[in-house]
């Protein structure tokens, strides 16, 4: 059977009412489709999911849409393989669907899985870890320099990597006519890093970047080894003023590999984050509050289907 979960309010169904109906009659009755706006209706869709021994999870929406969806099934399932899940990219960055290379119009893909499905047809499908962060669970966290970038990219209109750049050159410039830089974007922070065993040496941060994906989002691909090592996420914790983090931050949208003194490149099963005074976080584009401790751990690993049955 077939698992739909959609987010009504994810940008391409905001921008097209009908859109929501349309994936609800193309997939008729070949399985369940359960419109989710808030986190109990969620959580209900995946008992009857697990209830019903769904064979594939189809998900409509965006990063957080997947994060969301992920953080109530992997609890609900309880240990159990949650069933391959399909991706309909209707979100506004699409980042996890783009990194895992998974394309295809959303409605052609959705018309393609119940044939397929009853001939038995193989897919391929591509493995992905997930990031607990604290309850939750996704694939990329960001604390500091991430956040503040990710909040001036939604600022204003425009998307794609050409505004990321933008942005970068608009916060470059500013470092360099302002010799302390801008508040707003490098303001640093204090906190003990474990990563495993290990304790980093020093207490001040700019950013500190996780991910179990080598795309992190507005075009940047920071953690190239990420996903090399079953069972390991890459972070990266850096101390860089204005000027140097604008620098690195432009060479890696431009597809530039980064390497500084000032950066801890690690792979990792796990960290905790102690910050001296709340910050806010990220996780797969959505900010979460005033963040105190923040504990991460690799979590079970999900199947995808790349739209098109293997031949």
């Avoid at 431009?254 to 102690?274: H, N, Q, Y």
Wanted: overall charge positive; aromatic content about 8%.
């Amino acid at each position: 059977m077939i698992g739909v979960v959609t987010n009504p309010r994810a940008r391409k169904n905001a921008e097209n009412p009908d859109r929501v109906e349309r994936l609800r009659e193309i997939l008729g009755r070949e399985g369940v489709f359960r419109a989710t706006q808030t986190p109990d209706q969620i959580w209900d869709a995946a008992r009857e999911f697990r209830r019903g021994e769904v064979d594939i999870l189809v998900i409509d929406g965006g990063d957080g849409t997947l994060h969301h969806t992920l953080s109530a099934f992997i609890p609900i399932y309880n240990g159990i393989d949650l069933p391959p899940i399909v991706l309909l990219p209707g979100g506004t960055m699409n980042t996890i669907a783009k990194s895992l290379g998974i394309k295809g119009l959303s409605e052609a893909v959705l018309r393609r899985i119940p044939s397929a499905v009853r001939e038995r047809a193989p897919f391929q499908v591509v493995r992905a870890n997930t990031l607990k962060v604290n309850d939750r669970y996704g694939f990329i966290f960001g604390v500091g320099f991430p956040v503040s970038l990710l909040m001036a990219y939604y600022r204003g209109k425009g998307r794609g990597r050409w505004k990321t750049i933008r942005v970068l050159l608009k916060i470059l410039f500013s470092a360099l006519e302002k010799s302390g830089g801008d508040d707003n974007f490098f303001h640093p922070l204090e906190a003990d890093i474990r990563l495993d065993r290990e304790k980093l040496p020093i207490r001040r941060y700019t950013a500190i970047l996780g991910s179990t994906v080598k795309e992190v989002g507005l075009g940047f691909k920071p953690t190239r080894r990420a996903g090399e090592k079953e069972g390991f996420f890459q972070i990266l914790c850096c101390d860089m003023g204005p000027k140097r983090m604008g620098l690195n931050a432009l060479k890696m949208a431009l597809g530039m590999e980064s390497k500084d003194a000032r950066l801890f490149d690690r792979m990792a099963t796990r960290s905790v984050i102690t910050l001296e005074r709340p910050a806010d976080m990220q996780i797969d584009g959505e900010i979460f509050r005033d963040q105190k401790e923040i504990r991460l751990h690799i979590g079970p690993p999900i199947r995808f289907i790349r739209t098109r049955p293997s031949s």
